[in-house]
């Protein structure tokens, strides 16, 4: 009967996020109109950017990869009961770490230092995340507002070193000396920015579904983020389940930055993210907080980016356009979660 009612629930929340994402690309198509585009144009345009070859695919598939990272590293920490609004900040250290650590690490051998520095920038993500867990678990800190002043702090941080003592001299931006082709992830695809990181993140979301349905610490993350009262009373270690819970988290947006570092730039290079870190909210929230929903969602993110420049010079439509159909689909799809969760609060009351 449990099974029974949770398909029934997986299917209930894939409706809603389907009819959300129609909602939401047919009011953004009545939002160019009135703007004077085409929306059939834009549209088609928009999948040939994000479908239309081979390299396209590729290109897509590139583009979600940071974004399914970092959404689960924000459906981690939701599936705990915890906001990661912080993972900004975490992507930027362990994209930071990892590219220091490739510099000090020259002439070893291409796995060693590849292994070694995707490892230390999820620690420098981990260590962020688990310090605002531990102010949250030890002395009740808001974590948002924590997880806010440390996205400054990470970016601000990175930003002193890579504009002063790690600066490339000569350049006239602001980045690290380059870590070398031969430390560079293996591209999937020639001429792509496909890289075997888009493996590891797909591996990832295979083993946080098996993390939170067969293990033990995946059961006790979910009773806290569920009911921690209960979950306290069932001898659960509250203060340990929130730090850990921080930890991964943040070791997954860590992760993210530094297979940017490694798939794409080849180099630390200063406020390279776009935005990563909050898109990921986004993400996580469209998914469902499953891991497998936020696959789905990141590709749908991807698909958006990738066909976003073909949309503005086929269909002459702005890309801010881009932003507006972002907002819309995590309108849409964010309001009925937030209706239900205030159900669900006053029956409790």
């Known amino acids: ?33 009135l703007a004077g585009y085409n929306p059939i144009a834009a549209y088609t345009a928009m999948l040939n950017g994000a479908f239309g070859s081979t390299n396209a695919i590729a290109n897509t598939l590139a583009k979600s990869t940071p974004l399914l990272l970092v959404g689960l590293a924000c459906a981690f920490a939701n599936k705990g ?94 980045k690290t000396v380059a870590i070398g082709d031969e430390y560079m992830l293996t ?36 009773a806290v983020g569920e009911n921690p009262r209960a979950a306290q009373a069932a001898g659960i270690a509250m203060s340990g389940t929130v730090v850990l819970t921080m930890g991964i988290s943040g070791a997954l947006a860590g992760l993210a930055g530094a297979t940017e570092v490694f798939g794409k730039m080849g180099r630390f290079i200063d406020l390279f993210s776009p935005g990563y870190g909050f898109t990921g909210i986004a993400v996580a929230v469209l998914g469902r907080n499953n891991p497998f929903g936020v696959l789905l ?8 980016e990738a066909g976003s420049m073909k949309m503005s010079y086929e269909a002459g439509v702005s890309t801010s356009m881009i932003s507006v159909m972002q907002g819309l689909v995590i309108l849409f799809v964010a309001t009925p979660a937030l209706v239900k969760m205030f159900k669900v609060k006053k029956g409790g009351k």
């Open 187 to 222: 591209k999937l695809l020639d001429k792509t920015q496909l890289t075997t990181a888009f493996l590891l993140a797909l591996a990832l979301v295979v083993i946080m579904y098996f993390f939170f349905e067969k293990t033990r610490m995946g059961y006790n993350i979910r």
């Open 297 to 304: 969602s990141a590709l749908l993110f991807g698909v958006i």
């Open 1 to 33: 009967m449990k099974k029974e009612i949770n398909v029934k629930e997986i299917l209930n929340d894939l409706g809603i996020s389907v009819a959300a994402i129609i909602l939401s690309l047919v009011l953004a198509a009545l939002i160019m109109v």
């Open 81 to 174: 009961g915890i906001f990661n609004i912080g993972g900004e900040g975490q992507l930027y250290m362990g994209a930071f770490f990892a590219a220091v650590a490739a510099l000090a690490m020259q002439g070893m051998p291409r796995m060693v230092v590849i292994v070694a520095c995707l490892l230390i920038g999820a620690l420098a993500g981990g260590m962020v995340g688990a310090f605002n867990g531990f102010l949250k678990a030890k002395l009740q800190i808001n974590e948002v507002i924590v997880a806010i002043m440390l996205n400054y702090i990470c970016k601000f941080l990175t930003s002193h070193y890579v504009n002063g003592p790690l600066k490339e001299e000569g350049s006239q931006t602001a």
